[in-house]
């Protein structure tokens, strides 16, 4: 094992950081870092923004509700983005895309660009001994969050990433086992799947109970049945196709 996967395998999400800042060259390796992921066709369909300015981050964390979101040493926020090839049609070749911009295939290559390029930060940051959390609770008010960061339409931000030295060291969170997760030449009916889940679900009941912090009762089962039995951010479809994206 070489200490590229030792390092992913020993992925934890950190939530409480040292107050201490990341240097610009760090914050620039971490970006190429994340330029270099594997891109749909070369579209580069992502913008990455840094948050340094305390105001916005106030005013994110006011979304998310989570203390790390204004407490951390840089934040990323990944947006899904089309505006660049939307103008160099339009714009600059007088060539009409929009058709194909307003796709939902497009938004899956946009969003798949920023999740690579996203984790190709993740991995990089943790190289440098940074700890770092996505911060999906950025879409409990989407449109908020455009407002903030004044994003044009063919732009939506997708999720934040934070960024700093540790100031915890949390216990790694169990994964569903590979037998569920890993499926040769075909699908796996679900009946295959279920005694490996129960067995994950124990694993997880021991976890709660016996963490250094935040103990509780649960598994996962339970909790993916509390999460989608109540819809959640219902406000995002009517919010992407508002910015033309996903119409079609």
């Not at 060259?25 to 994340?34: C, H």
């Not at 499926?183 to 124990?202: L, S, T, V």
Request: glycine share 4%.
């Amino acid at each position: 094992m070489n200490t590229i996967i030792e390092s992913i395998l020993n992925h934890r999400s950190i939530r409480k950081f040292k107050d201490e800042k990341l240097t610009e060259e760090q914050i620039r390796l971490i970006v190429k870092s994340a330029l270099q992921a594997s891109t749909s066709s070369n579209v580069m369909a992502y913008t990455i923004i840094g948050v340094k300015d305390g105001i916005i981050k106030d005013e994110l964390y006011k979304v998310s509700g989570h203390e790390h979101v204004k407490n951390n040493a840089h934040m990323f926020v990944f947006c899904g983005d089309l505006q660049r090839i939307n103008q160099l049609g339009n714009s600059v070749k007088n060539q009409s895309v929009q058709e194909n911009l307003e796709s939902t295939e497009q938004l899956i290559v946009a969003t798949v660009d920023a999740s690579l390029a996203a984790q190709n930060a993740s991995i990089a940051a943790e190289s440098m001994g940074l700890g770092i959390c996505y911060i999906g609770s950025l879409r409990n008010d989407i449109q908020r969050v455009n407002d903030i960061l004044q994003l044009p339409e063919y732009v939506i931000p997708l999720f934040g990433l934070v960024v700093g030295y540790p100031d915890q060291k949390p216990e790694i969170k169990p994964r569903l086992p590979l037998e569920t997760m890993y499926h040769e030449n075909r699908y796996k009916p679900f009946a295959e799947q279920q005694r490996f889940i129960e067995a994950y679900d124990n694993e997880m009941e021991n976890y709660y109970e016996n963490r250094s912090s935040n103990t509780k009762v649960d598994n996962w089962t339970e909790q993916m049945i509390r999460k989608f039995s109540k819809p959640t951010r219902m406000d995002v479809t009517p919010f992407v196709k508002s910015k033309n994206m996903n119409k079609r």
